[in-house]
């Protein structure tokens, strides 16, 4: 149930806090005094269009607190499969827009999308308006309540989903052998080209570092050249200057005077030697890289122009040589499976024939357990609207199939036909039913349904319009009953109805000479009394207020007698 509603700088309200009963509670209050602006909030936090033009005038943002309790288990569950969020039995719902904009959601505590704030909520409340398109026009939830009428729809909703994933299992199957003959000779055709394109490429593993290497070298010729030359000439002896190997062996002479004098200056001999001999090697080498060092202006356009296709295949074919050989082996695998795929794409098919008959025949049995249901559940309408102060009135639900050969819930398209008067046919609901008609129809289908909803909180904003009488104490009956099983938020102008809440809440509206404020007052005693005096439009005197107090009192009395 919706326990607490808290409204920050929505509107006139600048500071509000509402608690309600788990049963029956009436909003009420003159026109103009604000009614319509906490159903705005109720909205607004359930995820609902933000305004900023509902901001409070002076005020930066405005923000909406809700909190549920007695959540049940089925709910927490729905609540921690979608979020992640512990709920426990009870929740708490903030939403808050400043004038930019922002728009901040939290449950329990935690940033959620306004999106998943709306699925959350349209599974605890249920908001009708003056000029809604009710639960009862809405395709799907009418499918919905047919099926919970029905004690077998919802294993045979399970059966139909097992066949459904089954299906998509084996043609899931069928599309990795190619699907039909025609997708599968195209496959064939791709995969031989790329294979043969693979093959006739001859990439070798390191092929591609190896040829980097060699054009970065070719690229740099000139200066490897050089500076080889220029090591080459101060190393080794040359007519222009002493190079490192002359000073080598002027060192190696100098040391050879002193070598027998102490082993250590022996020892120093000996490494400069093999020094000298290290140097000569070098030189040797160097000469050689020299002398090999040969630009190659054909082997250069090669080595280009065989870098430029390896890189074209590696894009074509994952990016790098593992890749590559990768998406050959998996294709060379996919070809042969699709050459000699015909014997099992021929089962696979069978298969898939048999399952989508399997999937006829159950939507065939789910729809003839939808009409039984249906038969049932409009009989049971018609019954209410009957007590509602309708005796003609006709409810019939016709089924159409839809166009999609399956679906997970069946081939069914239903439309509720209506007629309130004896001699007119029956036409589609949303066509023909006025304001007043469509506040008893779904007074009647909420009764009716109530026993299998799992909707507990219901709001109503003003669905009495155009009742008076004693049709409107019968509606005022009805939300009696209701609220035995659900929450109910009613915005209302019938006496009958306020005199029947469990809690009343006046909005009142005032101003000083700076601002206008409007607020919410729960009433009792004397003040309700005159409250339902003014909605009858009686005095507030004495002889008035006995005059609300009976109808109070019949009100209770009526609420006793209604069974737990």
Known sequence: MLQTLKIENVALIEKATLHFDEKLNVISGETGAGKSIMLDSLSFVFGGRADKSLIRTGASSMKVEAIFTNLSKAHTDFIKQELNISAEDEMFLSREIDLNGKNICKINGELVPVAMVKKICQQLVDIHGQSEHLAILNNDEQ?????????????ILQELSTLIESLKEIEKQINSLGGSETEKQNLIDLYSYQIAEIEKAEIKEDEFETLSQEKKEMQQFEKINQSLT??????????????????????????QTISEINPHYQELLNRYKSALLEIEDLNATIKEDINNNIFDEERFEFVDNRLDFIKTMFRKYGG??????????????KLDLLI?????????????????????????????????????????????????????????????????????????????????????????????????????????????????????????????????????????????????????????????????????????????????????????????????????????????????????????????????
């Open 320 to 333: 790098d040589y593992q890749k590559l050989t990768q998406y050959y082996v998996e294709i060379k695998k």
């Open 340 to 564: 000699n795929s015909q014997e099992r794409y021929n089962q696979l098919n069978t298969q898939k024939e048999r399952i989508l008959e399997q999937i006829d025949n159950v939507q065939q049995k789910l729809s003839l357990v939808r009409k039984k249901s249906a038969d049932i559940l409009k009989k049971k309408i018609e019954e209410e609207l009957h007590l509602l102060g309708m005796p003609n009135a006709k409810i019939d639900i016709q089924f159409d199939k839809i166009n999609d050969r399956y679906s997970y819930t069946g081939f069914d398209r239903v439309e509720y036909m209506f007629s309130a008067n004896i001699g007119f046919e029956l036409k589609p609901m949303n066509k023909v039913v006025s304001g007043g008609e469509m506040s008893r129809v779904m007074l009647a289908y909420k009764i009716v349904v109530s026993e299998v909803d799992n909707i507990h909180t219901i709001v109503f904003d003003e669905i009495d319009t155009g009742l008076s009488g004693k049709i409107a104490s019968v509606v005022a009956e009805y939300m009696a009953r209701l609220s035995k099983t659900k929450q109910i938020l009613a915005v209302s102008h019938l006496p009958q109805i306020c005199a029947m809440a469990d809690r009343n809440i006046k909005v009142e509206k005032s101003s000083d000479k700076t601002t206008t404020h409007t607020q919410a007052v729960v009433l009792k005693d004397v003040e309700l009394f005159k409250e339902i005096a003014r909605l009858m439009g009686a005095s507030d005197d004495e002889k008035g207020i006995e005059v609300c107090k009976d109808l109070k009192q019949k009100a209770n009395e009526y609420k006793e007698k209604l069974p737990n």
């Open 143 to 155: 499918l919905r309540i047919i099926d919970l009428f029905s004690k077998n729809a919802e294993n």
């Open 230 to 255: 220029d090591c080459y000439q101060a190393s080794c002896k040359n007519r222009f200057s002493e190079s490192a190997e002359e000073k080598m062996n002027q060192a190696i002479k100098s040391l």
